[in-house]
């Protein structure tokens, strides 16, 4: 069974930088895709973007395009979610999954495995 455990959340102001990690343990295989999603008080849990298994491969959602980076550090099985430029409407819940059906790059939550128990961005005008 594998555990995900996201860290690195909390309080900024708008226009700065926060960097959220996410560790998958107790799975030898390296072999997943991870995303990331966030989730508003009130508001269904969004689509952020998704590293593939290799590092190789990335996919956005287009309104983040430009501001997160996602990242993947394939030695030490951490991926990262860079985000710069952060705005009120960011502060969320973020989330990570991995998703053992690496063939693809998937954007829809019920297509992962298994979840972190999120970590919480505010982000403040």
Not at 11 to 32: F, I, N, P
Not at 51 to 69: E, I, L
Not at 88 to 110: G, H, M, Q, R
Request: hydrophobic share 35%; charged share 20%; glycine share 10%.
């Amino acid at each position: 069974q594998v555990q995900v455990a996201e860290s690195g959340g909390g309080s900024v102001q708008a226009g700065g930088s926060l960097r959220l990690s996410c560790a998958a343990s107790g799975q030898t295989d390296s072999r997943y895709n991870v995303g990331w999603f966030r989730q508003a008080p009130g508001q269904d849990r969004e689509f952020v973007g998704a590293v593939d298994w290799s590092a190789r491969h990335t996919t956005y959602t287009d309104s983040m395009k430009g501001r997160f980076t996602i990242s993947r550090d394939t030695a030490w099985n951490m991926v990262y979610l860079e985000m710069n430029n952060l705005k009120p409407e960011d502060t969320a819940v973020y989330f990570c999954a991995v998703d053992f059906n690496w063939f693809a790059l998937k954007s829809l939550a019920n297509e992962y495995d298994s979840w972190g128990q999120g970590t919480q961005v505010t982000v403040s005008s």
